[in-house]
C-alpha cells in the first residue's frame, strides 16, 4: 500500500538530464502488518516540496530507500526514475543519526539541543558523500543538470564537480543555515564550506541564510563574497534565497472534495462538536515546539482560560530519527506531559489532548486541516514549515487562524499569522505578536484578535 497519490511504473536505467539527489527517495520501505515490505511516500518536508515540481518529469531521483540491506531495484513513481544509494549499519549509526542529525541538525537549529561531535562520524559523511556523488555521476546525462539536497550531503557538489566537470549542478538547504559564531564550532568547518562550493547555484530558505553563508566564506576561505555572488578560482558561484512551497491548487482541490469535508465534519462530531478545535501536525521533533506548546496549553487549562469540553487540541506527531537519544528522550516526555494533562483535565470521554502518532495519507490531513479553527504551528526554530502552508491552502473558504513561530521560515511569508515567540510562555499563551494577539475571554473561548484591539 502506498500512503499518497503516487504511480507506480517499471524500472528503467537509462541517464537523465536532470538529476536529483537526496538522502531519502520520495517512498520508504516500511513494514506492513502482516510482515511483508510495503512503500510508502517518505515523510517530511522534502519530499513534500520536491514531489509535485518533478512528477512526470524525465528524472532520476537519487536516494536512500530506508533500511540496510542491498539498494533494491525500485520502479519508477509518477514517472520519475528511482535510483538506490545503499546503507549499512554503520552508514546509518555514524552518517544519518550521526553527523548529519546528532551533530548538523542541532547546530543548524540554534543549539536547541547540544550538538554532538564524534571523529569517527566524519569518516562516515566523507564516504558517504562519495557514494551519492559517484551514483549521480553515473545516472547524469552529459551536460546535465544535478540538484543536489541537504544538510546530509553538503560535500557531494564539490565530489560531483571532480568527478563531472561538464555537469551544472545546483545545491539547495532545506534547513536553517546558522550565524557564524555557531557554525564555527564544527571542526570540519572549511570542507563543508568547499563542498557546496562545487555548486554553480545554492539555494536557501532565506535570504538572512545566504547571508551567514557569504560571511562565513569570506572568513574562513578568504575568498570574494556577497550575499549573491561568490568568487571561486575561475568560476563564480551565484547564491540567494529561495523558499520551497507546496502545490497549493492540488490542496485546495483536495479540501473541497465532497468526501474529505465529510470527513472533517465527521471528525468534528467524533471530537464532540467543541466549539475550538486547535490542531498541530509535527515530526517528533525538539525543534518544532512540542513540548512548549503543551506547557502552555496545560497552563490555559489549569488557569481556567480554556474548557475542555469547549476547546479540544489534536497533537498529531509523527515519529522520528527514533534511534537517536534525543528524539527517544523527546518522545518520552510528550508521552508523559499528554499522559499527565489528560489524566489531570480530562473526563471519559472527554480527553484535553486527542494525540496520534500515525502517518495520514493527504486526505485525512486535508480534513484535519479541514476541521481545525486555530493551527499551531510553534517551532523553536524550522527551515520552512510546510505544514503551515498547506493549513492556509487547506482552508478553501478563507476561515481559520494560523498561529505562527517567528522561528519558522515560512513566517517571512504568511505575514498574515498570528506571529508568536514559543520560547516565550506567556508570549505563547496570549499569542502576542506584531501583527495580532490571541487572547482568551471570560468564558473561556479563544479569540484571536487584531492587536490594535487587544494589546
Ligand atoms: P519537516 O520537513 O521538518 O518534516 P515540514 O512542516 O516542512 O517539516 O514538512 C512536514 C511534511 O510532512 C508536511 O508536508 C506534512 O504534511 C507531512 N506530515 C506531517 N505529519 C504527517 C503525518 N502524520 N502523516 C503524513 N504526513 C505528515
Ligand atoms: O527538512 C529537513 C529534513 O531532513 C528533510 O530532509 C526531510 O524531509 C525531513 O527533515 C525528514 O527527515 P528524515 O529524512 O530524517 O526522516
Redesign the pocket.
Known sequence: ML?GPLLIGMPEMRQSSLVVVANRLPIDDSMAPDGACEWRRS????V?ALHPLLRHTPATWVGWAGGTGLAPTLPDVDGVRMHTVPLNADDLRDHYEGFANATLWPLYHDSVEQPVHRRGWWEAYQRVNQRFAEAAAAVAEPGGAVWVQDYHLQLVPGLLRTLRPDLRIGFFL?VPFPPPELFMQLPRRAELLRGMLGADLIGFQRAQAAHNFAQLVAKVLELPATDRRIGVADRVVRIGAFPVS?DTAEMAALAARPDVAARARRLRQDLGEPEHVILS???M?YTKGIEQRLKAYSELIAGGHVKVRDTVLVQ?A?P?RERVGQYQILRDRVEREVGRINGEFGRVGEPAIHY?T????RAE?AALYGVADVMAVTPLR???????K?YVAARVDETGALLLSEFAGSAAELSQAYLVNPHDLEGLKKGVSTSGCSVWTASGTWQLVHQAEAC
Open positions: 500512503v515523510p517530511g518536508g522534502l513534500n532545506h507546496i501536525v509535527d515530526r521533533d498529531v509523527v522520528s496520534l500515525q502517518p495520514f495519507d490531513l524550522d527551515g520552512m514549515n510546510l505544514v503551515a498547506e
